[in-house]
């Protein structure tokens, strides 16, 4: 669940893509071949129903007022990682691919702050790998006009970066089930931006079952959004699947700066070669 556009699914494709140009590259030159309890209880001190549930839960969203918080989210097989820091207008995505043959592992982050962009690239179980592809292990800062598609790098959107908020207004109703736990059925096809927030489901074949998707939603002792689970069907060749979105460390993770000194350096030409395939 990400985004309309530039989070979630841009990555993806990006990730994807820079694994098959590192594997490729890695082959012809002859190469041989880890989430903590703090992501909250799920309980809230008052237990007694709200008098809105719908905008009680609207209200548990992150919005541009919060302090700095991880998220995570998994869209069907693909799970992501990150920080959003709304006072720097800032977000940091992450992601992890395993490439078999040859075997090595990509670690991918990008990092916003209002229209700058930073790439940084781990690459572990093939000694050598990032010399001989000229890649730093430090951050890199990227000219976007150097992109082939400037427009699919990821960029801020604001403080809810699954757009949560978005799903759940297409709720008829929400149910308050006590103990921060509310549930409610969510209308995928109820506009653009709500499909294609799901860049893992087709949500033109699930037909009506799209307009009525069970979601559960967890607000924290803090009150704040901690969960938001949709359990959508199978449809045709798409097996049913769990979409889920994690909000926590409000207040705790780190605050997201420019990257500065050692720790940065301008992106080499192969990190554009890497990004433009």
Known sequence: MTQRTGTAATFRRVAA?????????????????????????GSTPDASASADPKATLLAAVPDEKDPAFR???????DKFTGVVDPAAHAMELGMSQKNDDPEFTMNMTFRVIEKDLWM??????????????????RWMALDRTRLTDGSEA?????????NTAAIIRTSDTVEDKGNGTYTGFADLTD????????????????????KKVPFTAVVGPDGNLTSLTLEVPAAGKQKAMMLVTRYYDFGKAPKLTVPAGDEVQKAPASAYELLNG
């Open 191 to 210: 506009n653009a931006d709500v499909q294609s927030a799901f860049d893992a489901v087709d949500v033109a074949a699930l037909g009506e079952a799209g």
């Open 17 to 41: 893509l820079a694994t098959a140009v590192l594997a490729a590259t890695a082959l012809s030159a002859g190469c041989g071949t880890g989430d903590g309890a703090s992501e909250g209880t």
């Open 154 to 162: 990821p960029v801020y959107q604001g403080a809810d970066p699954a």
């Open 120 to 137: 940084r690239v781990k690459l572990t179980g093939m000694p050598g790998l990032h010399d001989m592809l000229k890649l730093p292990k």
């Open 71 to 77: 998220f995570s989210t998994l869209d069907g097989a």
